[in-house]
């Protein structure tokens, strides 16, 4: 069955660190990719999407992510945290069988220290 | 303003007393799903509306109901609702079932005591 995995489920970083936030999924077929932020009490926001082209996709409030297609990964990066980053992340992937259902990773809990 | 909106936010309800929650799209969209989240498994499809009056099962469909009579509604229903159903439940739409592109609600926070 089609999965979509996100091996770091708490993070813990300091303001101003680097942060990379892994997502594989398992699927050979086409697909489109998505980062979600949830903020506490929130719904899900959309942070950056990748449909083609350009492997290397910059989102809002500074993030990016690199699809890598021989890895089935789809990485999120942002240089450097903000305590306003604190939130739960969801990688998301859009696979094209019939139902064209959202699978999501299980979510990555951010921390950021001030 | 383009919104899913649902109601209630919040729901505190005991074992086997019947629950809807509403869901509302005012993006004219064919598709609607809903979906729950629990920690660790994040969020997983429970029904999915490809357009009015058509309407499947998701990944985690047991004890649900839904129904799909308007365009811009997709309600949840619940008959006999379990304290394993307390979750955190979200509605999203997007235009069609081809397209890449969901908008979710608000979520509804479900506790079946």
């Known amino acids: 069955a089609q999965s979509v995995s996100q091996h770091n489920h708490h993070v813990i970083l300091s303001e101003a660190a680097s942060l990379e936030l892994g997502c594989n999924y398992s699927?050979?077929?086409?697909?489109?990719l998505f980062w979600y932020v949830q903020y506490p009490g929130q719904h899900l926001q959309l942070l950056l999407k990748?449909?083609?082209?350009?492997?290397l996709v910059k989102g809002i409030k500074g993030f990016e992510a690199e699809f890598i297609k021989s890895k089935f990964s789809f990485n999120l990066r942002k240089p450097s945290v903000q305590w306003s980053d604190t939130a739960e992340y969801f990688c998301?992937?859009?696979?094209?069988?019939?139902?064209?259902?959202?699978?999501f990773g299980s979510g990555t809990r951010l921390q950021v220290q001030p | 303003e383009a919104q899913v909106t649902q109601n209630p936010r919040y729901l505190i309800t005991v074992t086997g007393k019947k629950l809807t929650v509403t869901c509302s799209q005012n993006?004219?969209?064919?598709?609607m799903s809903w979906y729950r989240q629990d920690p660790g498994l994040g969020l997983r499809q429970i029904y999915y509306?490809?357009?009015?009056?058509?309407?499947d099962k998701g990944d985690v469909p047991e004890g649900y109901k839904v129904s799909r009579k308007e365009k811009r509604n997709f309600p949840l229903i619940l008959e006999s609702p379990s304290p394993n159903q307390t979750s955190l439940y979200f509605c999203?739409?997007?235009?069609?079932?081809?397209?890449?592109?969901?908008?979710f609600g608000q979520g509804t926070r479900l506790t079946v005591v």
């Open positions: 999203a739409s997007k235009i069609n079932r081809v397209a890449t592109e969901a908008f």
């Open positions: 699927y050979g077929g086409t697909v489109n």
């Open positions: 990748y449909f083609s082209g350009d492997p």
């Open positions: 998301a992937v859009l696979m094209d069988t019939g139902r064209r259902a959202l699978t």
């Open positions: 993006m004219n969209h064919e598709y």
């Open positions: 509306s490809m357009n009015v009056e058509v309407t």
